[in-house]
């Protein structure tokens, strides 16, 4: 099983709709979360760090559920801007360090 | 404020030839990362480095090598391009180890015939 799983999509939503993607994490000691933003052939951004709390940032809305081990991004009124992969991202501390896990990303496609 | 600047962007090399990406960050970072992106695997870890001096492996270290002579530079090198190593290539940094904030170079997409 990998450690951060994430459904690939693409999903296809028309503009203004509600978006939700979820993240699942395997290992019970992580410590962080976080949803990065990527764009066609661009480098990762960081969109959002996920509180247990949940967090909210405008049109975005992250959560983060320890017992069932995954964490949400919701987005509200979708923009044709939003079109981009969505990477989950886990930070859990080893031996090694602070060890920070990727996943696969979620494709969103807005559509007019 | 230039962040993480790597280059070269696009590189084409036969299997067997040697090359340097190089990637250099301006904030002063301690942490530094070097990434390869694949389909359908994510972001994987090849080296990484806490502090000028200091590297180790990630993930998936076979076939590159770093070094971290100051804290703005952190070269990869790949010793013997073999076809299993075209990729996208991300170099990232962030200010400590613990913070979460990973700053990422535009990338470098490598090509190997």
């Known amino acids: 099983r990998k450690e951060v799983e994430q459904d690939p999509g693409p999903f296809n939503v028309p503009e203004g709709a509600t978006v939700a993607f979820n993240c699942t994490y395997s290992n019970s000691a992580s410590q962080s979360f976080f949803w990065y933003r990527q764009d066609c052939r661009k480098e990762p951004k960081l969109l959002m760090s996920?509180?247990?709390s949940g967090n909210e940032d405008g049109r975005f809305t992250a959560q983060l559920n320890r017992a069932s081990q995954y964490i949400s991004l919701l987005i509200r009124d979708s923009k044709l801007s939003d079109s981009a992969t969505y990477l989950c991202?886990?930070?859990?501390?080893?031996?090694?360090?602070?060890?920070?896990?990727f996943g696969t990303g979620t494709q969103l496609k807005v559509e007019l | 404020n230039a962040g993480v600047t790597q280059t070269p962007k696009f590189q084409v090399l036969k299997t067997g030839q040697s090359m340097t990406l190089q990637c250099a960050q301006d904030m002063n970072h301690e942490y530094m990362s070097w990434y390869r992106q694949d389909p359908g695997m994510g972001l994987r870890l090849i080296h990484y480095?806490?502090?000028?001096?200091?590297?180790d492996q990630g993930e998936v270290p076979n076939g590159y090598n770093v070094s971290r002579s100051t804290t703005e530079d952190f070269p990869l090198r790949l010793l013997s391009a073999a076809p299993s190593q075209t990729s996208v290539y991300f170099c990232a940094s962030r200010r400590r180890e613990r913070s979460g904030e990973l700053f990422f170079g535009e990338g470098s997409r490598l090509t190997v015939l």
């Open positions: 480095s806490v502090g000028a001096g200091i590297t």
């Open positions: 996920v509180y247990s």
């Open positions: 991202v886990v930070n859990r501390l080893t031996g090694g360090g602070n060890k920070l896990t």
